[in-house]
């Protein structure tokens, strides 16, 4: 099947692009209502962490967003143009002491409903894996 991308400049706007993609993605791939809901909430998440904490809502910047489907599984890649960050060094949203913050979930979500998340090129780019059953 073929992958499908798109390129958007890095504004919180441009979301509702992001959720046409993943719709078309639900069209093109004939994607369960389920794994929709779970790879619409994880991406949009992605691209929103893209645009705010990566590119810094800087439209100079770009993000990508890739589908990739084979028979097991569909991937999502979101890359940004940012400094990157070490994701292995993330508060944990669910500690006492950061229950209470209105940010910080982002990661947390993407990892409960995607099967796989990766993150490579410095924290740039992020793999999101669902599994297809």
Do not use: C
Not at 5 to 16: H, K, T, Y
Not at 100 to 105: I, L
Request: no cysteine.
């Amino acid at each position: 099947m073929k992958n499908i991308s798109i390129e958007i400049p890095s504004l919180p706007d441009n979301i509702r692009i992001v959720e046409s993609f993943v719709d078309n993605a639900k069209e093109k791939y004939a994607l369960t209502d389920d794994l929709y809901g779970n790879i619409m909430i994880a991406v949009v998440e992605s691209v929103n962490n893209a645009i705010v904490h990566g590119n810094k809502a800087n439209k100079e910047k770009t993000v990508s967003l890739q589908a990739i489907m084979n028979e097991a599984n569909i991937q999502f890649v979101i890359s940004d143009q940012g400094p990157g960050f070490d994701s292995n060094d993330l508060p944990d949203p669910t500690a006492p002491e950061n229950i209470e913050n209105p940010g910080g979930r982002g990661i947390f979500l993407m990892k409960h409903l995607a099967d796989e998340v990766s993150f490579s090129n410095e924290g740039r780019t992020v793999e999101l894996t669902f599994y297809l059953d």
